[in-house]
């Protein structure tokens, strides 16, 4: 593509993204609640240390829940845990994979589920009559193609479940895609619409379109280092904007690794409404590949803080696997 057609190209999606939060004011107008509400929780640590901004960067196995079309930057097979440690006791993970599927596809699996206990007393006391666990879990098959070097598109189909105290619920939905990389891989720019689907108890999903932009460096192979690129700093902001219900959120952060092991991230998130959700988050990254009979595994270990007086901190801790 030449630079010229690049940069109009860009400039025109630039737009489109800055202009989704007009049309969130006009959707919410005639919102509704929205059932299966732990699909809200976004997946992975990385991107919650840049402050929820992950859309147009989308280039670890992480993406399987961001941008499924940014799967296609997986050069082998990845493997991804977290544990978020949150308000209410409530128990939140996300589990993913992904590998490359011939020399342009890439494919993947993920869980995505939220569960707490509640208590039952007929009456005033110390101790519950009985205790109940309640909350749902999606998991999803994912797929991408790479159209061309600048442009890749992506899906994912997810089965869903809800288990409340009176009743349960089924549902599927599908997320969908686009990413394009200009100006040598630097430039990123995606869009993602999430949660198209249904339950069957007829309550509207969480359904959103997030796009993003962000601007990378990694490393350039070379004769006398062959090894893959890998991150060294990345600038990024998102917008979130639902479709069914709620305003619409910005997300913006940064991401820089020293001395290619340790990753310092921070971010910043502004939405307006019930539930605002506007402040700091930051986060650590280490990175490091295995030895011995572990030489060609990577392992990065991430870590995220995302601070609310209201409702209490939250804690994220990720594993991801490269092999």
Known sequence: ???????KFCLTVIFAI??????????????????AAFLKIEGGSRPIGMGGAFVGLANDVNTIYWNPSGLTSVRDREFTAMQNFSIADISNQFIGYTQRLGEKGAWGASFLGAFTEIERRRGPTDEPDSTVTVGGFAVGLSFAYALSPELSVGATAKGISQQLDTEDSLGAAADVGVLFRLLDNQLGI???????????????????VRGGIAYQIRTKPSI???TPPRDLFALVADVNVPIVAGYPTFHVGAENWLY??????????????????NGLTGGIGLRRTGEASLENISFQFDYAFVPDEDVGDAHRISLILRF
């Open 18 to 35: 800055i202009s989704l939060p007009s049309l969130a004011v006009d959707i919410h107008e005639d919102a509704g609640t929205t059932g």
């Open 224 to 226: 006398a280092d062959p």
């Open 1 to 7: 593509m030449p630079k010229r057609l690049e940069l």
């Open 190 to 208: 995606g869009v993602a619409a999430q949660n198209l689907g249904f339950l069957d108890t007829e309550e509207d999903l969480p359904m959103n």
């Open 260 to 277: 290619d092991v340790l990753a310092i991230r921070v971010g910043y998130s502004i939405s307006k409404g019930e539930n605002p959700r």
